[in-house]
């Protein structure tokens, strides 16, 4: 039997230049992970250009045209870049920031072309802002339209998103941050929430997505409308604090709206393990979990207190109740949702929010802050340094939860200790240089390096940030991307940057 060469026609020009850059292709984490992040965004601005075409469609064609534009960017990234194999693991901090920096200049990019502002400063300020989850913002909602208001929104509830990511995919680089990531496991015989990472993630993104929707249900029934209902409850699951109204939730008026946001700020500002307990029916770590206990304990009795030192200046009742647990739990949890002007509060409570600003959420949320589950740390050694004054030789194991603590966890939590201070002191000292009072600089670095966004002083929970001078502003949009990426990813990248510049200037 013969065969016959069957005759192929030759590859013309145009498919072997697509071959070649193909075949070409640079192993990058950080420029795969530029295209990914933008392919997210054209996505999100496609489906933003659609919300805004059911009202007045102002700027739809505007939204559509910059998501267009990200697509693009991702077809050309992903031809140009590949993932190296394996990953080194030096690369994935510095990609995780440039994909931050990427979401930052799209969302300035947007807020540019819209007209929302004529200043690009500003512009960037909203985007940071929105992403890191801190409630501060330069523009009036009520000028913008339904697109802008949903884009925001959908901002807060991005970046709420990658932060639980960022915990599950970069902690576990750290031994000295596990404890953040260790109850994700399963703790008293519990199913694992993240036994690997992409497990994790998908887990993570359906706990997320289902509590978004329980809570926009519950906004619903309470008496709110179904657009406020979904950007309240995507800026309230991420701790993100933005509105649709500058009077936040007091443009409401209503009791039952108020109890809702409570609960569902204060879920929002839990570890996340915590509701995957609840949905798998474990109860023993949710009863044996200390952090839980006293992160309740801590909104509890701060409440009371509020309560207590400003029922006879409010009138006393229900509404001086609920209006101070709504504020005790939305800085808590650094949602930085508002209901009251609390910069107005007696100077005791006013030292009550600075504490709560200090503290933030727990470890394993979408919220920020020092968290709960440091503070435990730190109070677990400093008993056990006491108790080695009186038994010098003993052998003392700190425990939380029934779990013992590493000393890797302990010394981390000391040194972030040391970190925080240092990087808040410094914002509040380059706030006040650009003319902030002592107050307004303190309360404002604090609540931007916990990503709560509203303080006390000139910024106060109603107060319009454009009072701050640009300088200052500029301080502050620099501690909230710190205190989002928890700052040990943002200086350990920073240091890569730097010996690669100094790699390429050799």
Aim: aromatic fraction near 8%; glycine fraction near 12%; include cysteine.
């Amino acid at each position: 039997m013969t065969t016959r060469a069957v005759d192929r026609p030759a590859p013309t020009p145009h498919l072997l230049r697509r071959r070649s850059l193909f075949e070409r292709r640079v192993g990058s984490v950080v420029g795969v992970s530029i295209a990914l992040t933008l392919l997210g965004l054209g996505v999100a601005l496609l489906l933003t250009a659609l919300v805004d075409v059911t009202e007045s469609a102002d700027n739809a064609i505007e939204l559509a045209a910059v998501g267009l534009a990200c697509l693009a960017g991702t077809s050309l990234g992903l031809a140009v870049f590949q993932l190296p194999d394996p990953v080194p693991a030096s690369r994935v901090l510095p990609a995780i920031v440039s994909s931050w920096l990427t979401v930052f200049a799209v969302s300035t990019a947007v807020y540019a072309v819209t007209g929302v502002t004529d200043r690009i400063d500003d512009a960037l300020f909203e985007s940071v802002s929105g992403y890191t989850t801190t409630g501060l913002t330069t523009v009036v909602p009520e000028t913008l339209s339904r697109g802008l208001l949903f884009w925001r929104a959908l901002n807060q509830w991005m970046g709420g998103l990658a932060a639980l990511m960022l915990g599950v995919a970069v902690i576990p680089f750290f031994g000295a941050e596990r404890a953040h990531v260790d109850s994700l496991g399963g703790a008293h015989g519990a199913p694992r929430l993240a036994p690997r990472v992409r497990q994790g993630f998908r887990n993570l993104a359906q706990l997320y997505a289902v509590s978004t929707l329980a809570l926009f249900v519950a906004f619903v029934v309470a008496g709110m409308g179904v657009f406020d209902g979904i950007s309240y409850s995507l800026t309230t699951v991420s701790t993100g604090g933005f509105a649709n109204h500058s009077s936040s939730f007091a443009h409401f008026d209503s009791a039952a709206i108020e109890w809702v946001a409570v609960a569902g700020m204060g879920i929002a500002g839990a570890n996340i393990a915590v509701l995957w307990w609840a949905l798998v029916g474990a109860t023993r770590p949710l009863r044996r979990s200390i952090e839980l206990r006293v992160y309740l304990g801590l909104m509890a009795v701060s409440a009371a207190l509020a309560t207590a030192w400003t029922w006879q200046d409010t009138g006393g009742g229900h509404a001086t109740i609920r209006h101070a647990a709504f504020s005790v739990v939305s800085l808590t949890s650094t949602t930085g949702h508002r209901v009251v002007e609390w910069a107005d509060w007696a100077t005791a409570t006013q030292g009550l929010i600075l504490v709560l600003l200090g503290i933030g959420s727990m470890g394993g949320s979408a919220g920020g802050g020092f968290s709960v589950t440091r503070v435990l740390h730190l109070w677990g050694s400093l008993r056990r340094e006491l108790r080695y004054q009186l038994h010098p030789r003993a052998v003392i194991a700190v425990k939380l939860s029934g779990r013992s603590v590493t000393e890797a966890s302990l010394a981390g939590a000391a040194g972030y200790q040391l970190l925080y201070l240092a990087v808040g002191g410094a914002g509040a000292i380059g706030i006040a240089a650009f003319g902030s009072d002592l107050l307004t600089s303190t309360s404002a670095s604090l609540a931007a390096l916990a990503t709560v966004g509203p303080a006390l002083g000139d910024l106060g929970a109603f107060g319009d940030v454009s009072a701050l001078d640009r300088g200052a502003r500029a301080v502050l949009m620099v501690l909230m991307f710190a205190g989002r990426l928890a700052i040990y990813p943002l200086l350990i990248a920073a240091g890569a940057l730097v010996r690669s510049l100094r790699e390429v200037a050799r």
